[in-house]
Antibody
Framework: QVQLQESGPGLVKPSETLSLSCAVSGASMRTSSSYWGWIRQPPGKGLEWIGTIFSGGAIFYNSSLQSRATISVDMSDSQVFLKLTSLTAADTADYFC?????????????WGHGTLVIVSS | EIVMTQSPATLSVSPGERATVSCRASQAVGRNVAWYQQKPGQALRLLIYDASTKATGIPARFSGSGSAADFTLTISSLQSEDFAVYYCQHYDNWPPRATFGQGTKVEIK
């Protein structure tokens, strides 16, 4: 059973860069049919897809965040990363790591519990 | 960009009753829709993908239907553990960009 655990700084200042990591356990990341995504949720609001990275290396981003977001993986260390630059208060949210495989198309069937990021000076 | 609009925003239902949540896409999306359940303090749970296929371990009382632009999540007989927020998600075939609806809270009547 795949499990995901996000980690991050909690509080970040405006204009700085956010770096989050997601530890993957319970299965090898090298499974050719897997993909991992980042999704965020501002307090009291709905879900926003940030981007998805595939085991083969392809990466796709939400067009509204594409200029500021970078997703990467380290398969040897079983981690997925998100960097988000030029932060503003609007980036305050719970950030979720999620995973899926081609059998469920591009839905996500495994989610982490999320990590709260507050952007404030 | 495709917009997914859920209705209602809040649904008040008594235990044992049927709950129906709707999701409308701004244009036809085939059957590329998933449904998720979110409960406080818990990881999100995939219920349905490809509009009507149940994810692993999902109880029979959950069902999804629809195609083109109109989709429905039905919970046939609400149990206490089903009171939660439900989200629909559209995913493109390729590139696999995703859009979520704004959520529907199913609360106890």
């Amino acid at each position: 059973q795949v499990q995901l655990q996000e980690s991050g700084p909690g509080l970040v200042k405006p204009s700085e860069t956010l770096s989050l990591s997601c530890a993957v356990s319970g299965a090898s990341m090298r499974t050719s049919s897997s993909y991992w995504g980042w999704i965020r949720q501002p307090p009291g609001k709905g879900l926003e897809w940030i981007g998805t990275i595939f085991s083969g290396g392809a990466i796709f981003y939400n067009s509204s965040l594409q200029s500021r977001a970078t997703i990467s993986v380290d398969m040897s260390d079983s981690q997925v990363f998100l960097k988000l630059t030029s932060l503003t208060a609007a980036d305050t949210a719970d950030y979720f790591c999620a995973a899926g495989d081609y059998n469920i198309r591009w839905a996500f069937d495994v989610w982490g519990h999320g990590t709260l990021v507050i952007v404030s000076s | 960009e495709i917009v997914m609009t859920q209705s209602p925003a809040t649904l008040s239902v008594s235990p044992g009753e049927r709950a129906t949540v709707s999701c409308r896409a701004s244009q036809a999306v085939g059957r590329n829709v998933a449904w998720y359940q979110q409960k406080p303090g818990q990881a999100l749970r995939l219920l349905i993908y490809d509009a009507s296929t149940k994810a692993t371990g999902i109880p029979a009382r959950f069902s999804g239907s629809g195609s083109a632009a109109d989709f429905t999540l039905t919970i046939s007989s609400l149990q206490s553990e089903d009171f939660a927020v439900y989200y629909c998600q559209h995913y493109d075939n390729w590139p696999p960009r995703a859009t979520f609806g704004q959520g529907t809270k199913v609360e106890i009547k």
